[in-house]
């Protein structure tokens, strides 16, 4: 599958031509000159991505540091495909030239003509870029444009760990939110537990950022013990200690692996297709909010509470999109959602078809509803025919209360559900309805009698 088809960009294809022209030739305008320091790289002229085949492969990866792969199919015969194959190409030489000083080379591996080089290499994936460095091989998940691909690159050549060593970064660490993270408390460099930690971060390396400290203050402050590494969930405020100290680095990556999957995750892109791909049973819970506008921002702080309060659940994952990081996407996820992006928007989407269902949310109310009290409306929930759904009951500052439908018989009584409510008067209860695929689909009659008596009862306001 391509990069274009994995979210639905070969749909549009005029869209894919205009993010690509405006990413490579997103010049100053005519009559505006760049002042010194803000001048923009424009492409010289000159070749330096190279077609990589049987007879210079080997050569072309002595000569480089890191190298950069676009293995691609042959361009089609067609106007359009042929432009297409220009621009891409244009893309990695404007790259190519920006890190011509840092020792990256950039290369095109064809799919039928070098199919055998491809092979050697583990090429297997095509329109997707493969970077190399040392013995690590990197698969780029990210947008297709020069800026995005240049700024992955610079973080491959950085060393895969991060030393803290004192206040400011200490600041800085604790600032990084959107992502998960690591840090691990060590004796020193020459510690076989450190070497363990470095080589696990290779793994990840860049799309996980790792850090360590040799500080004995600063390991204080994060609670940390000799030896010992936290993992952070993105948007979580406490870490999860890696049990069983000192751990190897097999360890190390098994607890990442289990765990690298967040409540809340942000699409961001440099790895925007890896995220989406990571998908439940190819259902996504989708979240589109402007950290820049009031209401965006009142929105995403109601789903870090949502992810906070039900970050022990394996089965629910939000993926958090900003339209501001995507503006040449807003167009077309407006149409295809048939939603409007001025406003935050969640919702449910088919990764195969791009099929969705969005909450409504009431354009008269004064405020955007909180975590306690988000409840769908009964057209939503009616829209839900022919799935199984799991219904989450939850409450402020309370771990998360619910029921996994496992069969026709739903497990709570209205009268139950009533009861579950008001566990406390002060305290507004929360109902999410998103969709579950499971082996044998549930359809959702026999289910609304219960949700429609849950939603008539008087529950609590919003505080």
Excluded at 389 to 404: F, H, N, T
Excluded at 443 to 454: E, G, V, Y
Aim: with cysteine; hydrophobic share 40%.
């Amino acid at each position: 599958m391509s990069a274009a088809d994995r979210m639905g960009a070969r749909a549009v294809p005029g869209l894919r031509l205009a993010l690509l022209l405006l990413l490579v030739l997103g010049t100053p305008k005519s009559g505006v000159h760049g002042e010194e320091g803000l001048d923009f790289p424009q492409y010289d002229g000159v070749d330096r991505v190279v077609n990589v085949n049987a007879k210079n492969y080997k050569n072309v990866f002595k000569k480089y540091e890191v190298l950069a792969l676009l293995y691609h199919e042959p361009p089609e015969d067609d106007k359009a495909s042929q432009k297409q194959f220009e621009l891409e190409e244009l893309i990695l030489e404007l790259a190519a030239q920006v890190l011509e000083d840092k020792g990256v080379g950039f290369g095109m591996v064809d799919s039928e003509k070098d199919a055998a080089v491809a092979k050697k290499l583990g090429l297997t994936e095509e329109d997707s870029i493969y970077v190399f460095k040392g013995d690590e091989v990197i698969e780029y998940d990210g947008e297709f444009s020069a800026d995005t691909l240049v700024e992955f690159l610079l973080d491959v050549l950085e060393d895969p760990v991060e030393l803290i060593e004192g206040e400011r970064e200490l600041q800085a660490f604790e600032n990084i939110e959107d992502e998960i993270k690591l840090i691990g408390y060590f004796k020193n460099k020459d510690s076989e537990h450190y070497k363990a930690f470095e080589d696990a971060a290779e793994e990840f390396h860049p799309y996980i950022p790792f850090f360590a400290t040799f500080d004995s203050k600063v390991a204080k402050k994060l609670t940390l013990k000799l030896n010992e590494i936290d993992f952070y969930e993105a948007f979580m405020e406490e870490p999860v200690t890696i049990p069983d100290k000192p751990n190897s680095e097999e360890e190390i990556v098994h607890f990442v692996e289990k765990h690298r999957r967040s409540t809340l995750r942000k699409l961001k892109p440099e790895s925007m297709y890896e995220t989406w791909e990571d998908d439940m049973d190819g259902i996504h819970i989708v979240a589109f909010a402007e950290e820049a506008d009031p209401d965006g921002y009142e929105f995403l702080e109601t789903l870090k509470s949502v992810a906070q309060d039900n970050t022990d659940n394996p089965d629910l994952s939000i993926i958090w999109i900003d339209p501001d990081d995507f503006p040449l996407l807003v167009p077309y996820w407006e149409k295809t959602f048939d939603i409007d992006l001025s406003a935050p928007q969640i919702g449910v989407v088919n990764v195969t078809d791009a099929d969705s269902i969005w909450m409504e949310m009431d354009d008269a109310q004064p405020h955007l509803p909180s975590s306690c009290s988000l409840l769908p409306s009964l057209s939503f929930l009616e829209r839900l025919q022919g799935h199984q759904v799991i219904l989450w009951l939850g409450a402020l500052e309370v771990s998360m209360l619910g029921a996994e439908i496992q069969g026709a018989t739903f497990p709570y009584t209205p009268a139950q559900l009533s009861d579950l409510c008001f566990l406390s008067h002060d305290i507004p209860v929360s109902i999410f309805c998103f969709f579950h695929r499971p082996p044998h689909a549930l359809s959702c009659d026999s289910l609304l009698p219960h949700l429609r008596a849950l939603i008539s009862l008087p529950l609590a306001p919003s505080t």
